[in-house]
C-alpha cells in the first residue's frame, strides 16, 4: 500500500482527478478513474423544431374546423333564448311617454300694469266666469281717464253752446225777418197809394220817389240778411259737425281709458280650476305678465315629446293606444303636430277618442304606442339582445337536429316594441337565438 501511495502520478491520472474534482462528487465509475459525460434531452434545437410542429398541427386542426362548420363555442342551454320565427300580422309601432293636460288652457296675462292692490282667490280654487281675481292700480292710467272726461267735458259745453247760438240766431232771423215783411208790406200799401194820386198829380214826385225807395231799402235788406243767415249757418253747421265728431272721438276714447281702468281688475275668461297664480299684494307688473291659467276641466289631452328621427312620418290623425289604464287600454288620436325641434325632439298633442280614463289629472303621465303603418302580414322575430351586436345583420339559427346553432346573414326591416320585420335570411319555423351574443365573440357556430 505504501508503494502504490508513493507511485508518481501520471498525466492521464491527474486528468482524472480533475474531472472528478470539477463535477463535485467523489463517486467513481465501475471502469477505473474514467467518468460517461451525459447529453441534454432538450436542447435548443429540439425545442424549436417541437414547436413548429405544434403549430403545424394546430394550424391543420384550424383549418379542419373551418372547412367542419367554423369556430365552435360550447354555451349553456338554459342561459340563452330560443325564439320560433312566425308569419303574423305586424304594425310599425313605438313606444311614447306624454302628460295629461286640460283640453283647453287659459292664459292670464295683465293688459295693463300696475301694482297689486287687492287678491280675491289662491291658487288651485274653482272659479268661474268674470271672478273677480286681482286688482291693480296705476295712477297715469287714473289721471289720463280724468283728463280725458275734462276735455271731453269742456268739447260738450262748447258744442253746446254753438247749438245755443245757433238756435238764438234763427231766432232773432225771424224776428227779424217779421219786421222787415211788416215794414215791407206797410211800404208796399204806401207806395200804391203814392202811385195812384202820383198819377193824378196829388203828391209830388219826391213824395213819392221817397216811398218808392223806402220800399226798394227794406226788400234788399231783407234779402242780404237772408243770405247773410244762410252764410253763417253754413259755417255754424260745419263747425257744429265738426264739433260732434270730436266729442264723439272723445266719448270713444272715454270709453276706452274706462275699459282700461276696469281691466285693472282681473277677471276670469272663463270657468274652470285656477292654477300656478302667481300674485303678492304690493308687486309692480309690467304688460303682458302672466299671473297664470285656468284650466278648463271639460276634457283631457296627452303632449307628448317625439323624437326628431320620427319627424317625418308623425302627422295629425294618427292612431295611438295607452298601456292598461286601470286595467284597460284606450284608444288616442292625434290632434296637433308642432315644428319646432328643440334638443332632438317634437311634440304632439293627442286626444282620447270615445272615453277618458277615469280619474286622470293634470301632470299625470300616459305611456302608449304611436302606431306608423296598418297592420300587414309579415315574417316576424321577436324583439331581443341580439340585435344590439349583430345590428339585424344576422343571427344564429338553430339546427335541425337542435344540438348546435349556426351562424346566418339576414335582413331586417322595420320594428315595433315586440317584434322586428324580417326582410330576408328567415323563414317561418325556423328556430333562432335571440339573446345577448356580447359573449360569444366570433363564434360560427355554438353548441350545448
Not at 349556426?406 to 317584434?419: A, D, E, F, M
Request: charged share 25%; proline share 3%.
Amino acid at each position: 500500500m505504501s508503494e502504490i501511495a508513493n507511485e508518481p502520478k501520471t498525466s492521464s491520472s491527474i486528468l482524472t482527478s480533475k474531472l472528478h474534482n470539477g463535477s463535485g462528487s467523489d463517486k467513481r465509475s465501475g471502469e477505473g478513474h474514467d467518468r460517461r459525460i451525459e447529453k441534454k434531452t432538450w436542447t435548443k434545437k429540439r425545442m424549436m423544431m417541437a414547436g413548429a410542429i405544434v403549430v403545424f398541427l394546430a394550424a391543420i386542426a384550424y383549418g379542419f374546423s373551418t372547412t367542419t362548420g367554423g369556430r365552435k363555442l360550447n354555451v349553456d342551454r338554459d342561459k340563452i333564448t330560443v325564439a320560433t320565427i312566425v308569419r303574423a300580422p305586424f304594425q310599425e309601432n313605438f313606444a311614447v311617454t306624454g302628460n295629461v293636460l286640460p283640453q283647453k288652457t287659459v292664459f292670464l296675462d295683465a293688459v295693463e300694469g300696475g301694482r297689486i292692490e287687492e287678491i280675491y282667490v289662491i291658487e288651485g280654487t274653482t272659479v268661474e266666469k268674470d271672478q273677480p281675481l286681482l286688482r291693480l292700480s296705476n295712477n297715469n292710467l287714473e289721471l289720463s281717464l280724468i283728463n280725458a272726461d275734462a276735455q271731453r267735458i269742456e268739447q260738450i259745453n262748447r258744442l253746446e253752446d254753438i247749438r245755443f247760438r245757433m238756435k238764438q240766431r234763427a231766432l232773432d232771423l225771424r224776428q227779424q225777418m217779421t219786421e222787415m215783411d211788416f215794414r215791407i208790406l206797410q211800404l208796399d200799401k204806401r207806395h200804391s197809394r203814392s202811385k195812384e194820386m202820383y198819377d193824378k198829380q196829388l203828391v209830388s214826385q219826391q213824395e213819392y220817389e221817397d216811398v218808392k225807395f223806402e220800399l226798394d231799402y227794406w226788400v234788399d235788406n231783407k234779402r242780404l240778411t237772408l243770405e247773410g243767415f244762410r252764410t253763417d249757418s253754413l259755417q255754424m253747421a260745419t263747425q257744429l259737425s265738426q264739433m260732434e265728431a270730436s266729442v264723439q272721438r272723445m266719448e270713444a276714447n272715454y270709453v276706452v281709458l274706462q275699459r282700461i281702468l276696469d281691466n285693472l281688475t282681473l277677471r276670469a275668461p272663463v270657468s274652470g280650476h285656477l292654477t300656478a297664480f302667481e300674485a303678492e299684494i304690493g308687486e309692480t307688473r309690467t304688460p303682458g305678465f302672466r299671473f297664470g291659467q285656468i284650466d278648463v276641466l271639460d276634457g283631457y289631452k296627452v303632449r307628448a315629446g317625439v323624437d326628431e328621427f320620427y319627424a317625418l312620418r308623425v302627422s295629425r290623425g294618427q292612431k295611438g293606444l295607452t298601456q292598461p289604464i286601470g286595467g284597460k287600454e284606450y284608444a288616442m288620436t292625434v290632434t296637433r303636430v308642432y315644428p319646432q325641434v328643440l334638443e332632438g325632439r317634437f311634440e304632439v298633442d293627442l286626444e282620447f277618442d270615445d272615453e277618458i280614463p277615469p280619474g286622470i289629472r293634470r301632470g299625470q303621465t300616459i305611456r302608449f304606442l304611436l302606431e306608423l303603418s296598418d297592420p300587414a302580414e309579415a315574417i316576424l322575430v321577436p324583439r331581443g339582445g341580439f340585435f344590439q351586436s349583430t345590428g339585424g345583420n344576422w343571427i344564429y339559427v338553430v339546427d335541425p337536429s337542435g344540438d348546435f346553432a349556426v351562424r346566418r346573414n339576414i335582413s331586417i326591416g322595420r320594428q315595433n316594441t315586440q317584434h322586428y320585420e324580417v326582410i330576408d335570411g328567415l323563414q317561418p319555423g325556423d328556430q333562432v337565438v335571440t339573446s345577448s351574443y356580447d359573449t360569444f365573440g366570433d363564434a360560427d357556430q355554438l353548441r350545448w
